[in-house]
């Protein structure tokens, strides 16, 4: 039985169901062309995280749902131990080579969030960059992140807000999206600060959350931007995929999504993507 089916079934679960479903999770993320995405447009957050946790040299990191790694080169560049861990090990093909351009030594591990395959209380810092907050369940992916930092640890998240662009960007393509499977939670909803206290609860102490926003200046319209995301985001191309034999559906979801844009700066040439950074110490 694999990790992920025990904690299934420890928490009445659907195993196999969950398993199909993070089957389809990690082709999504795999689709497209998400490393370049991150290069291109949000390298950067992942040094805020860093900066925020502040990993030291020798302490064990583990960034969560890592993609190709803007958050665990950074760290492993400060000296500490880190191991990137994510769904979809297709991702690390890219984050090798960055890691090695940069210098960097770091362990790269294929693991789900909610049934992360390490011991209790085995890292100083947990991380996770607009990463976690894609797990469906975000109660199992939350006990998880606690799970595995030791006592007086430290945790950095980094996620897009419900009002921000990429969270209403979210809102925009879900009637064009499947129903959600049971028990599935928005994404978004690790960009609102009560959300994630609740999920953490009193595991956690000296909480500090702050909005910001990152600038996005490569697209100079809407409908670059738009024609951008349906060939490189994963969750983007889903939609699409599912959709693609309705050419009414296509065309206003292609219309949905530049308005969207244009409404957040697009035409303009410079956007800014809302976040919530929140920090904590596991208790």
């Known amino acids: 039985m694999t990790d992920l089916q025990t904690r299934a079934a420890t928490t009445g679960v659907d195993a196999e169901a969950d398993l199909a479903l993070k089957a389809k999770h990690r082709s999504m993320w795999a689709s497209g062309d998400y490393p370049t995405l991150a290069s291109d447009l949000i390298w950067d957050l992942g040094r805020r995280v860093v ?10 990191v583990l960034d969560i749902a890592a993609g190709s790694g803007n958050v665990a080169i950074p760290a492993a560049l400060r000296g500490a131990t880190v191991v990137a861990s994510d769904l979809a090990p297709e991702l690390f093909e890219t984050g090798r ?7 960097a030594e770091l362990e790269w591990r ?6 992360l395959p390490f011991d209790d209380a ?3 810092v947990a991380t996770s960059c607009v990463g976690i907050m894609f797990a469906p369940h975000h109660e199992r992916a939350a006990d998880e992140l606690v799970r595995v930092v030791r006592r007086d640890g430290r945790i950095g998240l980094l996620s897009w807000t419900p009002e921000g662009f990429i969270g209403q960007m979210f809102g ?3 009637p064009y999206a499947p129903p959600p499977p049971p028990g599935a939670q928005p994404a978004p909803r ?3 600060e009560a959300h994630v206290r609740e999920l953490l609860g009193d595991r956690v102490d000296d909480v500090v959350a702050r909005r910001d926003t990152i600038l996005v200046d490569r697209f100079a319209t809407a409908e670059a931007f738009r024609d951008y995301f349906k060939t490189h985001y994963g969750p983007t191309i ?9 050419p009414e559906q296509v065309a206003a979801l292609d219309a949905a999504l530049v308005d969207n844009a244009r409404a957040h700066g697009a035409d303009d040439g410079v956007m800014r993507w809302e976040y919530l950074l929140l920090t904590a110490r596991r208790r």
């Open 51 to 60: 900066d925020a946790v502040d990993p030291r040299p020798g302490e064990r």
């Open 122 to 124: 085995s890292f100083d």
């Open 110 to 115: 294929e693991a789900d969030a909610e049934a």
């Open 97 to 103: 080579r960055l890691a090695t351009e940069a210098g």
């Open 172 to 174: 925009v393509m879900k």
């Open 238 to 246: 889903a939609v699409y995929s599912r959709i693609a034999d309705d």
């Open 190 to 192: 690790w960009g609102d």
